[in-house]
T-cell receptor
Framework: KNQVEQSPQSLIILEGKNCTLQCNYTVSPFSNLRWYKQDTGRGPVSLTIMTFSENTKSNGRYTATLDADTKQSSLHITASQLSDSASYICVVSALRSNTDKLIFGTGTRLQVFP | GAVVSQHPSWVICKSGTSVKIECRSLDFQATTMFWYRQFPKQSLMLMATSNEGSKATYEQGVEKDKFLINHASLTLSTLTVTSAHPEDSSFYIC????????????FGQGTRLTVV
């Protein structure tokens, strides 16, 4: 069964601190892995997309890693800001015909306090 | 950049009425769009895949007669919740991939449906 699990479920950190979110998946056939940020009451916004051959990808203060052998990914947030408070969703794509079937994790709810 | 626009952002309707939600790709053509439902503190659940010019593909457990999907053009898909009931109250989100596999999937801003 295709599954994406994320940890922790929720996280509270102080502004300026770093944090790392984890994602484990069992999805086949694997196409790519994505991290999204979702503000409350809004649609998800893409942070990164990583294919099988990519180990690390950065987008500003966000750095994602992918270990395709162990089927694990992480999202590291550096120097957190209050605006980083949101849910972070790990999404793994299973290749289906000519498009991706997205398997969503349950997300990590991050709260950044001043 | 590419944008997917969803309308309305929120809607309140009476039980038994129907509600239509629109999803538009603003600067690219989308032969495929996806409709999701999200309950509080849960992740997105795929409801159906909308295909331009053909019938939508529904996920197991989703009633196609209740959630009518029309993808009449390459930039517009609509989801109609028919005979809405309070248990249909949820956050509905559409998305459209700009291309084939591995390409960016853009999400609409979501529609908060409340059935009273």
């Amino acid at each position: 069964k295709n599954q994406v699990e994320q940890s922790p479920q929720s996280l509270i950190i102080l502004e300026g601190k770093n944090c790392t979110l984890q994602c484990n998946y069992t999805v086949s056939p694997f196409s790519n892995l994505r991290w999204y940020k979702q503000d409350t009451g809004r649609g998800p916004v893409s942070l990164t997309i990583m294919t099988f051959s990519e180990n690390t990808k950065s987008n500003g203060r966000y750095t994602a890693t992918l270990d395709a052998d162990t089927k694990q990914s992480s999202l590291h947030i550096t120097a957190s800001q209050l605006s980083d408070s949101a849910s972070y969703i790990c999404v793994v794509s299973a290749l289906r015909s000519n498009t991706d079937k997205l398997i969503f994790g349950t997300g990590t709810r991050l709260q950044v306090f001043p | 950049g590419a944008v997917v626009s969803q309308h309305p952002s929120w809607v309140i309707c009476k039980s038994g009425t129907s509600v239509k939600i629109e999803c538009r790709s603003l600067d690219f053509q989308a032969t495929t769009m996806f409709w999701y439902r999200q309950f509080p503190k849960q992740s997105l659940m795929l409801m159906a895949t909308s295909n331009e010019g053909s019938k939508a593909t529904y996920e197991q457990g989703v009633e196609k007669d209740k959630f009518l999907i029309n993808h009449a053009s390459l930039t517009l898909s609509t989801l109609t919740v028919t005979s809405a009931h309070p248990e249909d109250s949820s956050f509905y989100i559409c998305s459209a991939p700009r291309g084939g596999w591995g390409t960016e999937a853009f999400f609409g801003q979501g529609t908060r449906l409340t059935v009273v």
